[in-house]
């Protein structure tokens, strides 16, 4: 079991950065599939990014291909979010989540973190 806490989350101006961090309690974390997903205002979560348990595989929507990347620490239990290039669509309050299914879906993840949010300015 993991319990992911989600931080890193701001305001920020369209061509900005951020990088969310989510670090997640319990033994069993590279035993995880690691994920961010979002939620737009009024709209349903969606996934963003997905990184296998070592890291050797990861998966990116196609609305951040090229401008975000996801990324894990195992010895320090954290997984990360580098976003460059945001654009006021990538506002949202972001989830890292953490699964043993694949593909990860919002339907397949097992633990949710509270989320953070995200907001970029025009």
């Known amino acids: 079991q993991v319990q992911p806490v989600e931080s890193g989350g701001g305001l920020v101006q369209t061509g900005g950065s951020l990088r969310l961090s989510c670090a997640a309690s319990?033994?069993?974390?590279?035993?995880?599939?690691m994920g961010w997903f979002r939620q737009p205002p009024g709209k349903e979560r969606e996934f963003v990014t997905a990184?296998?348990?070592?890291?050797?595989?990861?998966d990116y929507a196609e609305s951040v291909k090229g401008r975000f990347t996801i990324s894990r620490d195992n010895a320090k239990n954290t997984v990360y979010l580098q976003m460059n290039s945001l654009n006021p669509e990538d506002t949202a309050v972001y989830y890292c989540?953490?699964?043993?299914?694949?593909?990860?879906?919002?339907?397949?993840?097992?633990?949710w973190g509270q989320g953070t949010q995200v907001t970029v300015s025009s």
């Open positions: 319990g033994r069993t974390f590279s035993s995880y599939d």
């Open positions: 989540a953490a699964g043993r299914r694949r593909p990860m879906t919002v339907r397949s993840v097992d633990y």
């Open positions: 990184i296998t348990r070592y890291g050797s595989r990861t």
